[in-house]
């Protein structure tokens, strides 16, 4: 049975549709994300990981969110220069969207009801992260604080399984 994973979509920041069946195959990362953020240097860890590993079938995919402390208040168009230019993200990111709450956007619902955290199925700040398998399969839940580097094993070993 397909993963629930890739029946999802969002809109890139350029406003086009990109459904996740296209990343089918792949190891994802789906970090939510803001510019205004102590955290925000974490986008150079990610931009690391993504080059490192984009050839093997790695993808990350940033969804910035306002939700917390009003860290992501820019629109796209601030938002993609905020990134490109600060920290030369490559990687997908999409147009800013709730990630609690009753407009949550249901990649997220979904997410924190597969791997709800200590928070009950709430995601507690920005640059929480989601590692989900080649299959779609949401594998592991990592804090905010936790640095893309620390992330680097887990991905590996997802990478070397057929």
């Keep these: 049975m397909k993963s629930p994973f890739y029946s999802f979509q969002a809109e890139s920041l350029q406003g086009k549709p990109v459904s996740f069946d296209e990343y089918e195959g792949r190891v994802v ?20 990981l993504y080059k490192k590993y984009r050839d093997r079938g790695l993808v990350i995919l940033g969804f910035p969110c306002n939700q917390f402390g009003n860290q992501e208040p820019g629109n796209e168009n601030s938002i993609q220069e905020g990134c490109l230019i600060n920290y030369g993200v490559s990687f997908p990111v999409f147009r800013k969207i709730d990630v609690n709450g009753n407009d949550a956007h249901p990649l997220f619902a979904y997410l924190t009801k597969s791997l709800p955290g200590i928070f009950g199925g709430k995601i507690k700040w920005n640059f929480t992260k989601f590692l989900l398998d080649r299959r779609g399969n949401p594998v592991k839940r990592y804090a905010p604080s936790t640095k893309p580097e620390k992330l680097e094993p887990a991905i590996r070993m997802l990478l070397d399984k057929s």
């Design 29 to 48: 990362l789906v970090v939510n994300t803001a510019s205004k953020c102590g955290l925000t240097p974490q986008y150079e860890g990610l931009e690391t």
